[in-house]
């Protein structure tokens, strides 16, 4: 079983960054793959990125390319989101997730409870 904890959320101006951390409790943290999930207001919740184990590979959605970066410590059990160059549409609640499988929401078996990221413009 694998507990996550988002934190670093918060209100950004367009065109800012933030940097989101998800905490993993648990021994086999380095044997999963992680990734996050984002649900924007009135929408469905939509793949924004994933890392391997031993985060030498990274996958991301076309609109967060170029301006997130997904990394991991595997010592720390802990994987990050550096979000720069923030703009008004990435405003959402965003889930840190472990367990799965790419871009496949359903394949996911650990989600944190979510991190409220809002960007005003």
């Known amino acids: 079983q694998v507990q996550l904890v988002e934190s670093g959320g918060g209100l950004v101006q367009a065109g800012g960054s933030l940097r989101l951390s998800c905490a993993a409790s648990g021994r086999t943290f380095s044997m999963y793959l992680m990734g996050w999930f984002r649900q924007a207001p009135g929408k469905e919740r939509a793949f924004v990125t994933t890392i391997n184990r031993s985060g030498s590979n990274t996958i991301y959605a076309d609109s967060v390319k170029s301006r997130f970066t997904i990394s991991r410590d595997n010592a720390k059990n802990t994987v990050y989101l550096q979000m720069n160059s923030l703009k008004p549409e990435d405003t959402a609640v965003y889930y840190c997730?472990?367990?799965?499988?790419?871009?496949?929401?359903?394949?996911?078996?650990?989600w944190g409870q979510g991190t409220q990221v809002t960007v005003s413009s």
């Open positions: 997730v472990g367990g799965g499988w790419g871009m496949d929401m359903d394949s996911y078996a650990y």
